[in-house]
């Protein structure tokens, strides 16, 4: 069993840059306790054709355009949003209202993650703005997680050197 990647309790909108693996183990570990998932994507998706729709389950939309974003985020009433963003068409002129919206799900009772492998304008606002921004470095023994500036190191029970921390 491995340990939890990081808690994020209900009510929050967090920015999450991490590397595909790490987000894979965050959504497994919400889906080990519960049930009630959505998980919003554009036209390509780096995590989700990792996952076994047989064995695994939540509900999937998505957005190919920013209007169709503020859609799903009006409707949503999931216990937890994942929002894997790799650029949404007509972003740059709504990205405060996009915002705004997560904030108002995550305010309503939900759990909204904004998560991307990478940092844009787009991310960047959300992420200085957002309730907590985790940051997530992968070594070989694990991952470090830099949490609203907390850092942390999550294993896989690999054996590490200095040179994983440092190098």
């Known amino acids: 069993m491995h340990s939890k990647a990081i808690e994020i309790p209900v009510g929050t909108l967090a920015a999450v840059i991490a590397p ?27 995590i989700l054709p990792k996952f076994n729709r047989k064995r695994i389950n939540f509900h999937v939309r998505r957005a190919f355009t920013s209007y169709q974003l503020l859609e799903i985020l009006e409707d949503a009433e999931h216990d937890m949003l994942f929002i894997e963003h790799e650029g949404f068409e007509g972003s740059d002129g709504l990205v405060e209202a ?18 991307s492998t990478r940092m844009d304008g787009f991310v960047d606002f959300v992420a200085r ?16 997680v830099q949490d609203s500036g907390a850092e942390l190191f999550v294993g896989n029970g690999k054996n590490m050197s200095l040179g994983d921390f440092y190098g």
């Open 20 to 46: 595909s693996d790490f987000a894979i183990r965050l959504i497994l570990d919400y889906l080990e306790y519960h049930d009630n998932m959505l998980y919003v994507c554009g036209d390509y998706s780096v």
């Open 129 to 144: 703005n957002a309730d907590r921004f985790v940051l997530v470095r992968k070594v070989n023994g694990g991952f470090i």
């Open 98 to 115: 996009i915002f705004l919206a997560m904030r108002e799900v995550a305010r309503n009772g939900s759990i909204v993650i904004l998560y």
